[in-house]
């Protein structure tokens, strides 16, 4: 199908995929973006649910990811402390997905084979290791649900996002975090089908340079169309090597940019400093 890759660009045993975009030179220019010192979050706020009987793993999509231990350490000093069981790919957490998440065709970026890369003692390739020193990039804003929620049946398309750049008047540059609103925040909205991006539209990231995907929905599944990759889990993340933050709500950054005038800035996302994972739960913090 004639798909985009980026494998061996950056050599044989890359683990950061287009984080190599984000150069010196691309992150001074997004620290030129902060001129008002105001900033937003992008991530799903969490209630956990305290474990009693488990730990088990949530077993529907409404139970919390993250389930939580009190505990008391006595003497000599009082004080309180927690353990937590948490789900990182859970569609009511924001998480950042690692390039070893989901194989294609058996491989994952750079073309390793997945059982490899992901083994029972935990990801040896690949792994939320490449996250070590945090992503800190200009971030854009494409709002795609400016007049309300994406048809569920829409797919987006390259042109959806270049009509999105002009409306806004930002162009997205090689190295910057691509941050999509279709105002379909999951713990709003739920439903089969559901609007995404298309192949088309990874191939126009591809073309750009995004070094990373933030969005309030990734992928379009058309039921017509089986065994198609997705653009962003199928394409975007295996074979161009590109982190997804998935589960954002961007309402709060939307209103911000319309407030301004302004639908660029600095995008920072340090999750916890975790190696050998699949994923890891992340606050996405725009800055202006």
Request: aromatic content about 6%; glycine content about 10%; proline content about 9%.
């Amino acid at each position: 199908m004639d798909l985009p890759t980026n494998w061996g660009r950056w050599g044989d045993d890359d683990e950061l995929g287009t984080l190599n975009l984000i150069t010196d030179e691309v992150r001074e220019r997004a620290a030129r973006e902060v001129r008002l010192g105001r900033s937003v979050s992008l991530a799903v706020p969490i209630q956990p649910a305290p474990i009693a009987g488990g730990p088990f793993p949530p077993r529907t999509a409404e139970e919390s990811p993250v389930q939580q231990i009190m505990a008391f350490t006595g003497s000599p000093a009082i004080a309180y402390a927690d353990s937590m069981l948490v789900t990182n790919h859970h569609t009511l957490s924001t998480h950042l997905d690692a390039l070893s998440h989901i194989p294609q065709d058996g491989m994952v970026y750079p073309g390793r084979p997945a059982n490899e890369a992901v083994t029972a003692f935990g990801v040896r390739k690949g792994s939320t290791a490449a996250f070590a020193a945090g992503i800190v990039t200009p971030g854009v804003l494409l709002d795609l649900g400016i007049d309300g929620p994406v048809a569920a049946d829409r797919a987006i398309t390259a042109a959806d996002l270049e009509a999105a750049e002009q409306r806004h008047g930002v162009r997205v540059e090689s190295g910057d975090a691509l941050v999509v609103r279709f105002d379909w925040v999951t713990t709003r909205y739920r439903g089969n089908p559901m609007p995404g991006m298309s192949l088309d539209a990874a191939r126009w990231m591809h073309e750009r340079g995004v070094s990373v995907y933030a969005g309030d929905l990734g992928d379009k599944y058309p039921p017509e169309q089986p065994g198609r990759p997705s653009a962003m889990h199928g394409v975007a993340l295996p074979r161009l090597g590109m982190p997804l933050v998935d589960g954002i709500d961007a309402d709060e950054l939307a209103a911000l940019c319309a407030e301004l005038g302004r639908y660029t800035f600095l995008f920072v996302a340090a999750p916890p400093r975790i190696h050998g994972l699949t994923g890891i739960p992340v606050n996405p913090v725009a800055i202006f």
